[in-house]
């Protein structure tokens, strides 16, 4: 059963337009995080957000917790090809386990 | 500069074979774990551990094994391959547990005929 569901599953934009991911779940985390992947590598940790309705900001990227803490979003504004990859949402289930979402793969073009 | 070390990169199997694939991390963490990824699926995690001598299991444990008899290697351990197992495999490590960063290695891409 998966915990996290993404949305959109994929999505292919022009260079300098702006996007929303969406991570969902039915279930409380205690925090959560973004992660993008890139071809052939493991994924790398962009942001993790710990208290409800908190929004962090990291240049062009802005993450946003549900203030039930079962729900994420990520923006991106003026996407730029640098952007595309796989983009994963991970919630943080008691003390270890780590729950990861479906996936959002995102395509840039210049 | 290594981080967390996987191998191998490629490994191609036949039904009922065994096998094991390494991981190995340098920074000292305590939190290790495995994760299976597949398409629109995401990752699942198969396995982790706190600590050297506690494993304990995840969402998809069934025909893996799993033991850490040291801080830096966490092996995966391949009962008898099955088809059902042809999928990418990640080993993660992390400082903590729950909400901190997980490193990841470079994944190996397992195939079972």
């Known amino acids: 059963t998966q915990l996290l569901e993404q949305s959109p599953q994929f999505l292919s934009i022009q260079e300098g337009e702006n996007l929303t991911v969406y991570c969902n779940s039915s279930?409380?985390?205690?925090?959560l995080q973004w992660y993008r992947q890139e071809p052939g590598e493991g994924p790398v940790l962009l942001v993790t957000?710990?208290?409800?309705?908190e929004v962090k900001k990291l240049k062009r990227l802005t993450f946003q917790f549900g203030d039930a803490r079962k729900d994420s979003s990520l923006h991106i504004t003026a996407a730029q090809t640098g952007d595309t990859g796989l983009y994963l949402c991970?919630?943080?289930?008691?003390?270890?386990?780590?729950?990861f979402g479906t996936g959002t793969r995102l395509k840039v073009l210049a | 500069n290594a981080g967390v070390t996987q191998t191998p990169k490629f490994q191609v199997l036949k039904t009922g074979q065994s096998m094991t694939l390494q991981c190995a991390q340098d920074?000292?963490?305590?939190?290790m774990s495995w994760y299976r990824q597949d398409p629109g699926m995401g990752l699942r995690l198969i396995h982790y551990?706190?600590?050297?001598?506690?494993?304990d299991q995840g969402e998809v444990p069934n025909g893996y094994n799993v033991s850490r008899s040291t801080t830096e290697d966490f092996p995966l351990r391949l009962l008898s391959a099955a088809p059902s197992q042809t999928s990418v495999y990640f080993c993660a490590s992390s400082r903590q547990g729950g909400g901190g960063e997980l490193f990841f290695g470079e994944g190996s891409r397992l195939t079972v005929l």
């Open positions: 957000v710990v208290t409800g309705g």
């Open positions: 991970a919630g943080a289930q008691g003390t270890y386990k780590y729950i």
């Open positions: 551990s706190v600590g050297a001598g506690i494993t």
């Open positions: 279930s409380v985390f205690s925090s």
């Open positions: 920074m000292n963490h305590e939190y």
